[in-house]
DNA sequence: ATGTCACAGTCCCTGTGA
């Protein structure tokens, strides 16, 4: 079974993009962030001719998030159950696995009040995880707008006093992994910085100016599953891109 | 730091967010 984590800069403009991608990946569950778009554009219908069941919690101008499954796709939450009004979170049972698909907020600067927002809105996260129950096979997949080490920064002096950086967010990442859960792609690849994100400015994708900050955070038996995580840099390429590519974490079937 | 992209409204340019 293969699941993925793509943030796609608006399903409306990625449409094409993520169309070929299903096509061609052979995709089980992917974890989607910035539709940037209403249920009501949302494409529950090409979607079902691919294969796929979806749910979405969409806002419309702003971020957004979905689940595409083939493996099944029931009891659908959104959000954290509080008063936040942005669409930053959904989770569902897909294939024997909870998932959900995250749109951490990206905190805009140290400063701003909106990097307080980040920092409480992972700590619900971290709330909402730690309440698990201790036998649930479990799949966290989004942009989580943290870089969680140097070796995910391209260039770690160009990020000081930067959000995505911050030993605060750190922090935070490590408190969601501090409830059980693995970080697949660092764990499978230890020395490849496999950066997901790459500024549309500045040719950085060519540059190879990165950042690692979508990940697939996994339970420790899921984690035993892992054949192979890797980021599809194919997808950053060509016409029209997001400028983040999927991560993708394939498991060996459950004996 | 900034060589871009996407969105909505001010609607074919501009401000905002990333």
Known sequence: MKVATWNV????????????WLRTRDVDIVLV????????KFPFDALRDLGYDAAHYGQGQWNGV??????GLEDVTRGFGDDDPEARVIGARCGGLQVYSCYVPNGRALDDPHYQYKLSWLEKLRERLAARPSDQRIVVGGDFNVAPTDLDVYDPEAFVGATHVSEPERGAIRALLATGLVDAARQHNPDDPCYSWWDYRNGSFRRGWGLRIDLLLVDDVTAGRVIDVHVDREARK???PSDHAPVVVELRDEI
């Open 238 to 240: 060509g016409e029209k």
């Open 9 to 20: 800069n608006s399903l409306t403009a990625r449409w094409p993009r993520v169309d070929e």
């Open 66 to 71: 979905a689940i595409f499954s083939r493996v």
């Open 33 to 40: 962030q910035e539709t940037k778009q209403t249920d009501a």
